[in-house]
Structure formats: C-alpha cells, structure tokens
C-alpha cells in the first residue's frame, strides 16, 4: 500500500529546495563615480596616471587606448585589438574614476574594465592567431645600451614607488607620449614594447620585446609618432626606429608571433557627465 505521507514529502522538499538562495556570481569592481568627458580639441599627447590613493585620471585617450589599458593583463605582450567601429580610434576622451578605500592599480585596472562594459556597452572576445610584429632587439653586438637607456632608481620622483606587479603593462612611476615622443619612469623592456604597440605610436604592428634586458628603466625618447608614409622634413624629431637605436641601443627588426587577439564586437559612445 502507497504512503499518503510520499507526495507531501516531496512537496516539502520541492519548496525547501526552491527556499535556498541560488549562488550569485560575484560583483564585478566597479568605481564609486566616474566621469567622462570628451577631450578638447586642442588636446595633445596622452597620459594615464593614479594621481591619489583610489583614484585614476585617463587624458585624451581613445577607446582603443583604453581598451589596451584595461585589457592588457590579460592579453598579455604586443596586446592586439580589432573590430569596433571607426570612431573608438578616433574620438578621445578624458575620464576620472574614484573608488572607495585604497584599491592597488591592477585593481583600478579592473574597475576601468568594467567602466568600458558599462558606460561603452563593449562587448569583445578574444582569439589565438599568428600575425606580422616587430621584434625589440638590441642594435649593438656587444649589447650596450644607448645613452639615454638608464637603470631606474626605484623611486619616483624620490618618493618610494608602488610594489612591482607580476606580468606588468604599465610602468612603476609613469609612461606617456607627449610631443616630441615617450617618457617612461620605472619600466620593464616589455612596457615599452607594450607601448610602441599602441594604436598612437603609428608602427601597423605589435612589438614583442625580445632584448633580454631584465629590470627597470628611465629614459626620455625624443621622437616622432608619424605614420610610417608621412613625409618628414629636416626639423622634425627621427623616425622611432632611428630614435631606437641612437638613444636607446634598441632596434625593430620584422618577426612573427602567436598573439591573444581581442576583437571589439560592438561599443557605443558614452553618455557624458
């Protein structure tokens, strides 16, 4: 004979299953205000910096720019971008995040992540391919660096400097274009070779850093970031691979490499505030 007691059983667990709080995934970091602006036209050079505990400052940078920001930990060296529509390498703008107590800078990192998902609406996805680079190689024989290659203090500014953080993209203390050319404070080769990659040094290609050189640097790179058919006249600043290896003992030479390649689906203009 079948228990009556069965059926109410099961009802019971049914609700007491129903009862328990499904898991929540976890809540993505986020700034607690955040501003954006697009840049003044009269806007030159460009500059990410954290100019106070918890806080970020992005001048004149592209979405493309910030995406190789927010994205180049994961990407990982001569970080590739595609896709997107035309205006994300083109339309600049100045953004501020603040985030509440002391975030370290991978972590506000994380945040301008979710700040380009959020008030961007980008939606990307990433792909292994094999594509045309430039290998960053020492240009003397004897491997010494150019004069203007120093090894960092460990300071910035005579302030002590953040710690170090494995697999890097950003300097200890500062990088930026700023005409005429680069100025990196505490950086590894493969920062610059992160750099050099970006959208506004105008190579075509990433650079992937195969110098050998270990540590960090200081160096002011006088330059010009001319698209590489720009015509140049006698006053202008060289060409960055003359700069390379005359100032640095660096040089470019053409290689293939396996590189994580992020793709822009789709991204739309923010709303400024």
């Known amino acids: 004979m079948r228990s009556p007691l069965l059926p109410i059983l099961a009802v019971a667990c049914l609700f007491a299953y129903?009862?328990?709080?499904?898991?929540?995934?976890?809540?993505?970091?986020?700034?607690?205000?955040?501003?954006?602006?697009?840049?003044?036209?009269?806007?030159?050079?460009?500059?990410?910096?954290?100019?106070?505990?918890g806080r970020i400052a992005i001048n004149n940078f592209t979405l493309r720019m910030m995406i190789s920001q927010a994205y180049g930990p994961e990407l990982g060296q001569g970080n590739q971008i595609v896709g997107g529509p035309s205006w994300i390498e083109r339309d600049r703008y100045v953004v501020l995040g603040q985030a509440q107590g002391t975030p370290t800078r991978p972590e506000l990192i994380a945040m301008l992540k979710t700040l380009l998902e959020d008030r961007f609406a980008l939606k990307t996805h990433t792909e292994m391919k094999e594509i045309d680079?430039?290998?960053?190689?020492?240009?003397?024989?004897?491997?010494?660096?150019?004069?203007?290659?120093?090894?960092?203090?460990?300071t910035c500014n005579g302030k002590p400097a953040p710690p170090a953080q494995?697999?890097?993209?950003?300097?200890?203390?500062?990088?930026?274009?700023?005409?005429?050319?680069l100025v990196m404070r505490g950086v590894t080769m493969g920062v610059l070779a992160n750099m050099l990659s970006a959208s506004f040094a105008?190579?075509?290609?990433?650079?992937?850093?195969?110098?050998?050189?270990?540590?960090?640097?200081?160096?002011?790179?006088?330059?010009?970031?001319?698209?590489?058919?720009?015509?140049?006249?006698?006053?202008?600043?060289?060409?960055?691979?003359?700069?390379?290896?005359?100032?640095?003992g660096l040089k470019l030479e053409p290689a293939r490499t396996t590189v994580k390649v992020l793709v822009v689906d789709s991204a739309e203009r923010p709303v400024e505030n």
Not at 19 to 36: D, G, H, K, N, Y
Not at 166 to 171: E, L, Q
């Open 133 to 154: 680079a430039y290998a960053l190689v020492m240009a003397r024989s004897g491997g010494q660096p150019g004069p203007k290659l120093e090894k960092w203090d460990g």
């Open 202 to 248: 105008n190579l075509g290609r990433p650079v992937v850093d195969r110098t050998s050189l270990t540590g960090e640097f200081n160096f002011d790179l006088e330059t010009t970031f001319a698209p590489l058919n720009a015509n140049a006249n006698d006053s202008a600043p060289p060409t960055v691979f003359v700069a390379l290896q005359e100032q640095l």
């Open 18 to 53: 129903s009862a328990i709080p499904s898991a929540q995934a976890p809540a993505r970091p986020a700034f607690e205000v955040a501003t954006i602006r697009l840049s003044p036209p009269e806007a030159q050079g460009a500059l990410l910096n954290f100019p106070a505990p």
């Open 166 to 181: 494995p697999n890097a993209t950003g300097p200890r203390c500062a990088a930026f274009f700023r005409p005429p050319g």
